[in-house]
């Protein structure tokens, strides 16, 4: 009776659990990445298009209401490899960035850093500000439950947190292709909520 109900047990959890989603097969031209914003006292979506990813990384964005507002950013491919400065804040259009600045990615080096060795990194969290050390506590990648196309999955992720503790964060998955940040809290809040590629 009682390998019965543990092996039911095993059974039923198996159907409920969440699966581990490849990112370096999901995240190619087309792909669309769902983020939920809390931001200014107002919740929106902040949506980002995959357009190129080698050899510089291209993404259109839009903000859905009340925003309502849209445009691209160009990562370098020196800043995909080594940058080391956040752009955060969107404003219409088409922007290029430099050689040290990405946006919603990490570089290659920040993320070897976060995951091996020290386990922190230098960062400027936002474009104006001096750089802060970012760190990750802990040897294994959590787990955060996000939708794609339509299915619960699992992205691992790393979280990185400032001198300040909870008040500046930010989690990146656990893929040195592809590093794309998961959540942060810097002033606001975003967290991935969706991937889609249908």
Not at 80 to 101: E, P, W
Not at 111 to 116: A, E, I, P, R, V
Not at 162 to 169: F, K, N
Request: avoid cysteine.
């Amino acid at each position: 009776m009682r390998k019965t109900f543990f092996l039911s047990l095993a059974l039923l959890l198996s159907f409920v659990s969440f699966s581990q989603v490849n990112l370096q097969s999901l995240l190619k031209p087309g792909a669309k990445l769902v983020y939920a914003v809390e931001a200014n006292e107002q919740k929106y979506d902040f949506i980002v298009t995959i357009k190129a990813i080698t050899p510089a990384l291209v993404f259109d964005w839009e903000m859905t209401e009340p925003v309502n507002n849209r445009g691209s950013i160009t990562h370098t491919a020196t800043a995909m490899l080594s940058g080391n400065t956040m752009f955060n804040y969107f404003s219409g259009g088409a922007k290029t960035l430099d050689d040290n600045t990405l946006s919603v990615w990490i570089s290659r080096n920040v993320f070897m850093s976060l995951t091996k060795g020290s386990r922190s990194a230098m960062l400027k969290m936002n474009t104006n500000e001096s750089a802060q050390k970012m760190s990750v506590a802990g040897e294994d990648p959590g787990e955060l439950y996000i939708l794609v196309n339509g299915e619960k999955e699992t992205v691992e992720e790393f979280v990185a947190r400032g001198e300040s503790g909870d008040e500046v964060y930010f989690s990146v998955a656990n893929s040195a292709k592809f590093p794309i940040i998961l959540r942060m809290k810097n002033g606001f809040y975003i967290g991935l909520k969706e991937i889609k590629t249908k």
